[in-house]
């Protein structure tokens, strides 16, 4: 079997058992939250894989591995800090009521294995990096992916403590926060998010067939802005905050822009 087709069979093993053994947890502990905590660790497995395993060349084996674990350990000890003591995600509550007896295998297929899926299409730009011997050293292409990466984790790093102490402040309960990074866009951490895999992406665009790894950036970027991210969010804040209206008006959703008032 070639390097890369292998990698991409074992990253499929790794990542649905994976998903399985959380299933079975999320059983256990009457929790499927749990599974949004497992998102960015489930990358930096993918990574660990890809750089145990991988042909790649070790250069840039050991850079995809140390992007991708600082971003993964990160967002997963910031969403398990955040969703610490908070019970089920009222997602889930819902999905669990209107399911009834049958939701342990909805959200088997509909919730773990779906993320899964999305999960190793996502991580294309990390496995074909980890796969590919040439080139040898790493070059521009893999310098400015670093580069973008930082940007990006940048980004969702700041915007998410700058909402955290907002959050903190009792005095901001039904506001907007719209200063800092959040003053040049209304969501600067799944900008971050979707920098950060384009970046990994311009990484995995210096191997050979590296293109065909910008299917992972794409689907991540479509996700953040059409289904889980930006859109998602925006129903829920537009109905419960009422100065949101105000904020959209003037500040863009995604791509930043320098603050302006109304």
Avoid: C
């Avoid at 295998?105 to 011997?133: D, E, H, K, N, R």
């Amino acid at each position: 079997m070639e390097p890369l087709a292998s990698l991409l069979v074992t990253n499929v093993a790794a990542v649905f058992g994976a998903m399985f053994l959380l299933w079975l947890l999320s059983l256990a502990l009457r929790d499927a939250s749990i599974v949004d905590v497992w998102w960015g660790l489930g990358f930096v497995l993918v990574a660990g894989v890809g750089f145990a395993t991988g042909s790649g060349a070790e250069p840039r084996r050991l850079l995809v591995l140390v992007l991708t674990g600082l971003w993964g350990l990160r967002l997963g000890v910031y969403l398990g800090w955040r969703n610490w003591g908070e019970g089920e995600d009222y997602r889930y509550v819902r999905m669990r009521q209107h399911h009834g007896r049958r939701f342990p295998w909805v959200s088997l297929v509909t919730v773990f294995g779906l993320q899964g899926a999305v999960m190793w299409i996502v991580s294309l730009p990390v496995q074909f990096a980890q796969a590919s011997p040439e080139p040898a050293a790493l070059g521009l292409l893999d310098a400015l992916g670093a580069g973008l990466w930082l940007v990006g984790i940048t980004f969702e790093s700041v915007g998410d403590w700058q909402l955290t102490r907002f959050k903190g402040d009792p005095a901001n309960a039904g506001q907007v926060l719209d200063r800092g990074l959040w003053g040049w866009t209304r969501h600067p951490n799944y900008f971050g998010d979707a920098v950060v895999w384009w970046g990994l992406g311009l990484i995995a665009l210096s191997t050979p067939g590296g293109w065909l790894a910008l299917v992972g950036p794409i689907v991540m970027t479509f996700f953040l802005l059409r289904v889980s991210g930006v859109a998602m969010l925006e129903r829920n804040l537009k109905r419960t905050k009422p100065a949101y209206a105000d904020y959209v008006a003037r500040t863009p959703a995604f791509f930043p822009r320098p603050p302006r008032r109304a």
